[in-house]
């Protein structure tokens, strides 16, 4: 499985931008998929994670109310929404497909991982 995670950029605090993870080689239908970050310096974390069929999202505390994770099933691709970003939103972005059906906060629990997008969020 190839992941493609595309539609970072440079913004000002409070704009959006919508993160597109497109996968390709096989189908990600059947996989839990998540989305995590990684700041200069920082650890990996977890922002947001989905089912297999949408049914069930999960966000970290920093990114609820502000983030939306979605998927299209059909066209095997994964949405991450933000809104009213902020500085500190200021990181790469990465997608991945889980082992299971379910999505986890813990990034070992994570197969096949795309090559990020950077999101740079300006004052």
């Known amino acids: 499985v190839q992941l493609q995670a595309s539609g970072g950029g440079l913004v000002q605090a409070g704009a959006s931008l919508r993160l597109s993870c497109a996968a390709s080689?096989?189908?990600?239908?059947?996989?839990?998929m998540g989305w995590f970050r990684q700041a200069p310096g920082k650890e990996r974390e977890f922002v947001a994670g989905i089912n297999w069929d949408g049914g069930s999202t999960y966000y970290a505390d920093s990114v609820k109310g502000r983030f939306t994770i979605s998927r299209d099933k059909g066209a095997s691709t994964v949405y991450l929404q933000m809104n009213s970003l902020k500085p500190e939103d200021t990181a790469v972005y990465l997608c991945?497909?889980?082992?299971?059906?379910?999505?986890?906060?813990?990034?070992?629990?994570?197969?096949?991982w795309g090559q990020g997008t950077l999101v740079t969020v300006s004052s």
């Open positions: 080689g096989r189908t990600v239908s059947n996989n839990g």
């Open positions: 991945a497909a889980a082992l299971g059906a379910t999505y986890s906060t813990d990034r070992r629990r994570y197969r096949y």
